[in-house]
């Protein structure tokens, strides 16, 4: 059983062809000479993906979808003569027997399995219902000797425990340092199999190997399910050669359309909360749904990793510049409701590049003004509440224009320790560098008052000093006045 945040699918359709003695695919490769003894003859393979079904308002409609699946698919796969019943564990029993009286011993492999279940995160009753009705199918593979091989996958784990409460003899594999490049390039597999793309890319952006690999890993490595080793996403990966843009492949294609709906519901802190985030090693074996934490489901979907492991303590983080930017993206298209946050992102670092700052503030209003005034906004301790914008702290508008700096790759960094104090934004260019102060103002009143404390603030800490041997150093004071919801200098 795996809980991995890519590569399930394609793991799933290697092991069938594999189990189908397809030898024709491994031409060359460690499994050639398996695959080729397999095929004296293949197993009969059972593949279901749940993600597939037709449809699962209920239990009743997801028992009838999973029958009608295996009935299609089986009949035109084998040819059987399957027994339509009533119980899609009845049918599914069916179909496993006469596979193996018809062929021999079965593999089965079931992607997703989970599917009905995260489908239904925000209704418990419902996801109940799923649950149970997921344990009655799954629940035939008891002393099922039929079966020789079993490889599920999911993005959750939470449900192991209730859907194969029956199933004491499956070993989870999703942290096991055995299996940790499973599903990833390693350093030494992304060079000596992409010889051929990486001087290509070279030639293309102007870089020389070194620069390339350098900034490759910093988009795609990182992705580690020991605490050790890391590996690429080769999703990412592929389409970057294809393409020779260094940009974010992996958002549209990798996240699943639960974990929005969990997070709004549940507590979620900004997404700079998250980096180098301390939690216990067993931190995703909660039984089920209603005692999952936030950090879980980040982990499972892959927008968390496991960037090192202390005993019993893990640091999760993300794993590489493409998942923080997603992240940001998910913030901000799904709690900040902006979803044009590339166009602004761009136009705050255009405006910066010409050390245009009151455009800057006039773009960040822009975003501002998209907001709308009774959406779950989280504060910085993760506190769930309705926000109508009263009692924000300063922080939650530096928050939104980092996420929007982050869109735009610009270099920045937030509340650097100097002798003297802590800045809240740092922006750094090639000759010059920009120094933010945010205050917050409760009302239009307090505006002038905040200001000049952040001046005074950034004179008295003298917070320039640390950037000297720059060129040109900028200083602002945001004002946030968080009556007009708005930022003036």
């Excluded at 060359?28 to 037709?54: F, H, R, T």
């Excluded at 019943?85 to 021999?104: A, C, E, H, P, R």
């Excluded at 100097?418 to 922006?427: A, C, E, L, S, Y």
Aim: with cysteine.
């Amino acid at each position: 059983m795996a809980n991995l945040c890519f590569g399930k699918s394609l793991t799933i359709s290697t092991l069938e062809a594999m189990f189908k003695g397809k030898a024709e695919l491994f031409k060359g490769l460690y499994a050639e000479e398996w695959v080729k003894e397999q095929a004296k003859p293949p197993n009969p393979v059972i593949k279901l993906d749940m993600s597939v079904l037709a449809s699962y308002d209920n239990k009743k409609e997801l028992n009838r979808s999973i029958i009608n699946y295996l009935v299609r698919y089986y009949i035109e796969e084998y040819n059987l003569d399957v027994v339509i019943q009533d119980n899609s564990g009845d049918v599914f029993l069916d179909v496993i027997n006469k596979l193996y009286k018809q062929f021999g011993h079965v593999a089965l492999l079931i992607d997703e399995y989970d599917k009905p279940i995260t489908d239904n995160i925000n209704n418990l009753e419902k996801s109940n219902e799923m649950r149970e009705t997921l344990r009655s199918f799954y629940g035939v593979l008891k002393g099922c000797s039929q079966v020789k091989f079993i490889m599920i996958t999911g993005v959750s784990k939470f449900s192991k425990t209730g859907v194969f409460s029956c199933l004491n003899n499956l070993e989870d594999i999703s942290m096991d340092k055995k299996y940790s490049d499973i599903v990833g390039y390693t350093q030494k597999e992304l060079e000596d199999n992409f010889v051929d793309w990486i001087e290509k890319t070279e030639q293309e952006l102007s870089l020389n190997k070194e620069e390339l690999l350098a900034k490759i890993e910093e988009y795609y490595d990182g992705f580690s399910f020991d605490g050790t080793l890391r590996v690429y996403n080769p999703f990412s990966v592929l389409n970057f050669f294809k393409q020779g843009i260094f940009d974010n492949y992996w958002y549209d294609s990798a996240t699943p359309s639960f974990l929005a709906k969990y997070l709004k519901e549940h507590k979620i802190k900004a997404p700079k909360e998250y980096i180098q985030k301390k939690v216990y090693s067993g931190f995703t074996n909660s039984h089920e749904i209603e005692s999952t934490s936030v950090e879980s489901f980040l982990y499972q979907a892959g927008y968390l990793t496991i960037s090192e492991r202390r005993g019993n303590i893990l640091i999760l983080d993300y794993p590489n510049e493409e998942v923080r930017s997603s992240m940001d993206r998910l913030f901000l298209e799904n709690f900040y409701n902006i979803q044009d946050d590339a166009e602004f992102s761009s136009d705050i670092w255009e405006s910066l590049e010409v050390e245009d700052i009151v455009q800057v503030v006039t773009i960040f209003n822009e975003a501002l003004k998209g907001i709308p005034e009774n959406i779950f906004a989280p504060s910085i301790e993760g506190k769930k509440k309705q926000d109508d914008y009263k009692d924000r702290d300063e922080s939650w508008y530096r928050s939104l224009f980092l996420m929007l700096l982050s869109g735009a790759k610009i270099t920045y960094f937030s509340e650097v320790h100097t002798f003297r104090g802590r800045p809240d934004v740092v922006i750094v260019f090639k000759n010059k560098v920009v120094v933010v102060e945010f205050k917050l103002a409760k009302n239009s009143s307090e505006v002038d008052k905040k200001r000049k404390e952040g001046e005074e603030q950034i004179k008295s800490r003298d917070y320039a000093s640390a950037y000297k041997a720059t060129k040109k150093i900028i200083t602002a004071v945001f004002v946030a006045d968080d009556e007009k919801r708005q930022i003036v200098l």
